[in-house]
Structure formats: C-alpha cells, structure tokens
C-alpha cells in the first residue's frame, strides 16, 4: 500500500497570511502520462469533504485561486496564499495511482 | 442540479448487516464510478472501494473483501454498499465520491461529487 504521510497535523493560522501544507507519499505517484496522481481535499465543520487540487496542481471548479498545489514523485505541497476564516477545517492529501490512501489529515485553525 | 443523496442513518447489532444507498443525480450515471469512503471517530479518512457505474465491475479495499459489497441499479441511477459481519469497529460515516471515468477526450478529475454521509453505529 502507498502511505501518505502530512505536516504539520496541525496548523494555526492567521487571517490574511499564507499557509502551507506538505504532503509526502511513500512510492512516486508519478504515472507514465506526465501526470501525479495527488488530490487535496477539504473537510469544512458540519460539511462532506470538497475537492481543491486534482493531479497535484489542477485547481477543481469553483475553487478558489488562493488556493494552489505543486510538487512531483514523492513531495507534494498545498498552500494557501491568504488565510480566510471560512478556510478552516481539515485538510487531506489523497493518492489516487494505486487504489486510494489518504494522508492523515491536516487541521486548520484560526489563532 | 449535479448531486448524490444517501441513505439514512442506521444502528446495528454486531454480526448483522447494514446496506447504504447513494442516489445520484444531474449527470450521466454510467460515465462515472463511485467511491465508497468513511471516518470512524477518531480515525483516518478510509477508502473502501470503488464500482464502475457503467460495467459494474468493483473493486474493494483488501482490508473490506469478502465483507463489503457495491452493486448498481442504473434504471435508479443508485449505487448501494453492503457491508455485512459488522462490529463495533465499523462505527462510521460513510461518503460516496464520484469519479469520472476516464476515456479518450477526458482525464482523471478527482472525486468531485460527495455524498452527505451517512451515519452507521454498531452497538449492543
């Protein structure tokens, strides 16, 4: 099984700031077409998870342009350019080459 | 509009069964697969397996074989997932997740489309 592993699991953030998730899985999730196979999801309180980034760096509709993914192989990373409130929740890193495994899941906090 | 409707919440004794339903609607049924997911209290995220909408073909997690089921009613456009033997370990909210299957003119998208959940206790 590919074990997904985040940092930090927990994150205080400022409003206003930027924010930075890192996610590292333990098998390249880099696929013979070019493409990593790595999504970020966000669990907002009281809500079904939502989709931010599909193949490592392609924002999903509707998501907003503050929010951007980077990286390739093993090393993946989330950021947030400018914290807002309603950003809070719990963010994950999925990998999606061979079945499914998630990372452990990052909580975002206001300060 | 594009969205999944589940099933309600359900209480179980240990050893018995529990089915979920996932009803989807505002797209075509059978260009995507849905996933099976849940959290247990205190847990990770756990995916379960997946069912082509089209061909009905599943495929499970190792850790859920030979306990989980998935089929799909496409005259319903629902997807269902039995998980039978239950114990007090599969207290849970499961999700369904929509994927797109990937043919020539598209690409992988992500699970773009979840359910609300559906709350599973397993209790004596």
């Known amino acids: 099984d590919i074990v997904m592993t985040q940092s930090p699991l927990s994150l205080p953030v400022t409003p206003g700031e930027p924010a930075s998730i890192s996610c590292r899985s333990s098998q390249s999730l880099l696929y013979d077409n070019g493409y990593n196979y790595l999504d970020w999801y966000l669990q907002k309180p009281g809500q079904s998870p939502q989709l931010l980034i599909y193949?490592?760096?392609n924002r999903a509709s509707g998501v907003p342009d503050r929010f951007s993914g980077s990286g390739s192989g093993t090393d993946f990373t989330l950021r947030i350019s400018r914290v807002e409130a309603e950003d809070v929740g719990v963010y994950y890193c999925m990998q999606a080459l061979d079945m499914r495994t998630f990372g452990q899941g990052t909580t975002v906090e206001i300060k | 509009q594009v969205q999944l409707v589940q099933s309600g919440a359900e209480v179980k004794k240990p050893g018995a069964s529990v089915k979920v339903s996932c009803k989807a609607s505002g797209y075509t049924f059978t260009s995507y697969y849905i996933h099976w997911l849940r959290q247990a209290p205190g847990q990770g995220r756990e995916w379960m397996g997946v069912?082509?909408?089209?061909?009905?073909?599943?495929t499970y997690a190792q850790q859920f074989k030979g306990r989980v089921t998935m089929t799909r009613d496409t005259s319903a456009t629902t997807v269902y997932m039995e998980l039978s033997s239950l114990r007090s370990e599969d207290t849970a909210v499961y999700y369904c997740?929509?994927?797109?299957?990937?043919?020539?003119?598209?690409?992988?998208?992500?699970?773009?489309?979840w359910g609300q959940g559906t709350t599973v206790t397993v209790s004596s």
């Open positions: 997740a929509r994927e797109v299957i990937v043919v020539a003119g598209n690409h992988y998208t992500g699970m773009d489309v």
């Open positions: 193949l490592g760096s």
């Open positions: 069912i082509n909408c089209s061909g009905g073909r599943a």
